[in-house]
């Protein structure tokens, strides 16, 4: 009765290991924010950086975790009258309350598209109040 019973059991389980394992292959294991570079090694996709340190990892604990743009070491700086606003794997700047950007977007990316000015004098001065670049 024993044996009757686990045979099919037995039988079961190789078919499903043998199954399976072929499936696993020798693919790397890269946690989220990251992609394979080969076939062992992962990177922290933009905007991330793992934890480690380290550009490239075959640990599959690592993590890649957000950078954040706005802050020290990178505190990107967007110009005058603009303020960074970090976000999950990147960044972008927008003017603070009070001042829009020329072309009426909400998002520049870097000190040089910053056309930010004052949305009571801007029919006024027509862009021509530049700031000091830099
Ligand atoms: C994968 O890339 C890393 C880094 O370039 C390298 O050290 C490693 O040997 C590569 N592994 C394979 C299997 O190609």
Redesign the pocket.
């Known amino acids: 009765m024993q044996g009757s019973s686990l045979l099919p059991g037995l039988c079961f389980l190789l078919s499903f290991f043998g199954a399976v394992i072929p499936k696993i292959k020798a693919s790397c294991n890269c946690p989220p924010n990251a992609s394979c570079?080969?076939?062992?090694?992962c990177t922290c996709n933009s905007g991330y950086i793992s934890r480690s340190g380290q550009t490239?990892f075959t640990f599959p604990l690592e993590t890649c975790n957000d950078i954040n743009e706005c802050e020290p070491p990178y505190s990107v700086y967007c110009g005058s009258n603009a303020a960074c606003h970090n976000v999950a794997g990147s960044f972008h700047c927008h003017c603070v309350p009070g001042y829009r950007l020329q072309s009426g977007e909400e998002r520049f990316s870097n000190s040089s598209e910053n056309t930010c000015q004052d949305t009571n004098s801007s029919k006024t001065t027509q862009g021509k109040k530049e700031v000091s670049a830099g």
């Open positions: 570079v080969n076939n062992s090694h490239l």
